[in-house]
């Protein structure tokens, strides 16, 4: 039985060991323009609940909050 924290194949593949991706790689594994993610920011400050964080000069996500959206299981 698999947990929530469990990572998805393919994001994992993207991340390929990291703990942040970037917003292009999110778009990747939730199939979203990049665009559609940064209007999500601008309106909300959050994609779906998600804050990224910025690490220099870049947005950059959660990979386990990212495999819960996937999964459906984020608030």
Known sequence: MKSSCDIPQGLAIIANG???ILTHEVGL???TATQTIR???CHTGSFHG???I???GRL???VREIA???RGNHV
Do not use: S
């Open 18 to 20: 990291r703990d942040n």
């Open 29 to 31: 594994v939730t199939n």
């Open 39 to 41: 209007r999500h920011l």
């Open 50 to 52: 998600i804050k990224p």
């Open 54 to 56: 910025k690490i220099g």
């Open 60 to 62: 950059q996500f959660p």
């Open 68 to 70: 819960k959206l996937i």
